[in-house]
């Protein structure tokens, strides 16, 4: 009889072109992957996959099996989310994350998934938004929450909130008494996310004129770095004002009050589609939830100068 794992990793095979994706993707070994491929060939008395080259693919009736496989996980899952208990999603989701979405309700989130789907476990990778989303395409993340939307073919975005960038400094500079020119703020080194990022291309953007002296941009990875290099005045950090709520509430470092109009960053849950991919849109939503319920008290607090 046939049952439902070897036909999930028959799905997961095709999916990923390889023996060695899918038991990554479905936390189990390649011997395994093979036996399971086996028995579902043997049940159905045809050969399912083509073997002969480094990836993996269906062969015809491979990918007849593909539809009926497809719809039966797809099935399995909705029935699982609307009949069964939020305890009855289990299983590992392989989230990826912008630095940004950790410096703000991602510890909220975690919590409120622990609450939610206990049975459920998350393996989080942190990383600038080009090497997630190249992650995401390769399928070795089914979650991505990133700057977007996302317009690869088959992702589907969903927006989380929009974050606006600051021009933020240490006291110690001397320039939040007023406004601040942007010959001013080229004095300065500027202090943002790494190279290839949007808001590294902006700066750039915004600071490329021929009136400015060359500029001096320092690029971070780690915005635990910018930060910290911003309140040393070491510089002048453009991130978004919610990443360093406690550090304008203390003084620490200040929101310039310049002219210059940086559109705010937004983003997005963003995922492949997938026939198992319900568990993945109740986690895109709770995301959601839980990112605008933190701008609306971030919106709500007085502003910072």
Known sequence: MLDFRSIETFLWVVKLGSFRGAAARLNTTQPAISQRIAQLEREMGVKLLNRDHRVVSPTPSGRQMMVYAEKLIGLRAAMVAEVGDRSAMRGV?????AETIVHTWLPRLVKSMNEVYPNLSLEIEVDITPNLTARLLAQEIELAFVVGPLSASGVHNRVLADYPIGLLASPSLGLGDGPVTRAELARFPIITFPRKTRPYEVVREVFDRPELPPIRLHASASLATVIHMAVEGLGIAVIPNAIVENELADGRLQLLDTDLNIAP????????????????????????????????VDESAPARH
Request: charge should be neutral; avoid cysteine; proline fraction near 3%.
């Open 265 to 296: 960053l937004t983003f997005t849950a963003s995922w492949l589609a997938s026939p198992d991919v319900v568990a993945v849109e109740r986690v895109a939503e709770l995301a959601r939830q839980i990112a605008q319920s933190s701008l609306a």
């Open 93 to 97: 989701m392989r989230l990826g994350v």
